[in-house]
């Protein structure tokens, strides 16, 4: 799977529009992008994912460039409760018993100040 | 409700002790995943199933052992061939041949003294 870059961390002032940047510059053609997010001592949460069109959904829109090598998470009103770590995964759902699962990087820490 | 149980949430045990955590889901999924998070990390596989009495190993599987009995139950022993087993350990089903979305359940902090 394609690897992904992602700033350590960012902050957002409450109420704005919180942009995260992702970068899979390797991204091959069958690789869907993938995005969840882990509040401190919980489980990651699904978010939203894409292969190449725009998505959105209650939680946030998933933008991805034309050439398909970067993607931005936006979440539209940034709360406090959207502080969080935020993983940007790249991944090319198979049925083989291998390559099946979800890589977790680092990801971007996000914090939403009052 | 439907979900994911892990339990328990925090779990301290005695160095070269086997220990076996627990993780229960009721959303009919067929696969299951275990993960381990080490502080300021992400999360790194350490066995996944993909359907009942199979399973494969992930990227850091020395020292563990699962089984699938049934298709509900997916536990993961950390046994005393694991160096350094003190780590947050998270627990995640996923549904159709795919698995776009992962469940993940809320988590064991093994400490091990």
């Known amino acids: 799977d394609a690897k992904t870059t992602q700033p350590p961390s960012m902050d957002c002032a409450e109420g704005r529009a919180a942009n995260l940047p992702c970068n899979h510059s390797?991204?091959?053609?069958?690789?869907?992008v993938y995005w969840y997010r882990q509040i401190h001592s919980q489980g990651p949460q699904y978010i939203i994912h894409g292969l190449k069109n725009n998505e959105t959904n209650e939680m946030a829109s998933l933008i991805i460039t034309e050439d398909r090598k970067s993607s931005t998470l936006i979440l539209p009103h940034a709360t406090l409760r959207d502080t969080a770590v935020y993983y940007c995964i790249v991944r090319a759902p198979t049925l083989k018993n291998t390559g099946n699962q979800f890589y977790f990087g680092t990801g971007t820490s996000l914090t939403v100040i009052p | 409700d439907g979900g994911i149980t892990q339990s328990p949430k925090y779990l301290f045990r005695k160095e070269g002790q086997n220990v076996t955590l627990s993780c229960e889901q009721n959303l009919n999924h067929d696969a299951m995943y275990w993960y381990r998070q080490d502080p300021g990390q992400g999360l790194r596989l350490i066995y996944y199933s993909q359907i009942v009495n199979d399973f494969q190993k992930g990227d850091i599987a020395e020292g563990y052992s699962v089984s699938r009995e049934k298709k509900e139950s997916f536990p993961l022993t950390v046994t005393s061939a694991q160096k350094n087993p003190t780590a947050f350990y998270l627990c995640?089903?996923?549904?159709?041949?795919?698995?776009?979305?992962?469940?993940f359940g809320p988590g064991t902090r093994l400490t091990v003294l």
């Open positions: 390797t991204i091959s053609g069958n690789e869907y």
């Open positions: 995640a089903s996923g549904s159709g041949l795919f698995v776009n979305e992962q469940f």
